[in-house]
């Protein structure tokens, strides 16, 4: 009979320790789902990010387009200018200036030129940046995926140690009813 109590206090123990792990199971699994949504909040995100730098980017090729148009213009204006020096000594003299000025906005026009391609160059480490985020969602959602069934099967082991012993258990008590 002390046997009998002793097998069936384990047993409820044992029944009590499943029951405890089965909920910290369940709470796991909602924090991965919980996880889950996250990740794909933050897929969004990058999503967007990726859009609007895509924007970003065709804006800059307008940008070096209308410098490039800019660049034919003053070749053409520095043409005119050549023939109206020929002509006329003040006007030789205004093209010394304009010729400065020339090289200012040729200037201006590399040092912007250079920003375009650092911003270009930048652009490309973002892009690759949010790739790399990507594939570090993508292979998070593959391990919350395999968790969960990793966790799913320690249930189904739970639940099946279990009942062996309460089988093994109503082996040992000839006396009591069998239960299960």
Known sequence: MVSASKDTKKAEI??????????????????IRDS????????KSFENISVQVNNFQT?????????????????????A???LA?????????????????????????DLSQATENVNTELTVMF???QSLTDVVAKTRDVEAETSRTIGTLNALITH?????????????PSGSIAG
């Open 14 to 31: 044992s029944a009590h320790e499943a029951d405890n792990t089965g909920k910290v199971l369940k709470h796991i699994n909602q924090t």
């Open 86 to 110: 020929d002509q006329s000594g003040d006007v030789r003299a205004e093209q010394t200036k304009a010729d400065q000025l020339k090289q200012k906005i040729a200037e201006s026009f590399a």
């Open 36 to 43: 889950a949504s996250a990740s794909d909040v933050l897929m």
């Open 128 to 130: 690759n940046s949010i």
């Open 81 to 83: 200018m050549r023939s």
């Open 161 to 173: 140690t279990g009942h062996i012993e309460g089988i093994e258990n109503a082996h040992k008590n």
């Open 59 to 79: 804006t800059l090729a307008d940008v070096s387009s209308f410098l490039q148009e800019i660049d034919m213009q003053t070749e053409r204006m520095n043409t």
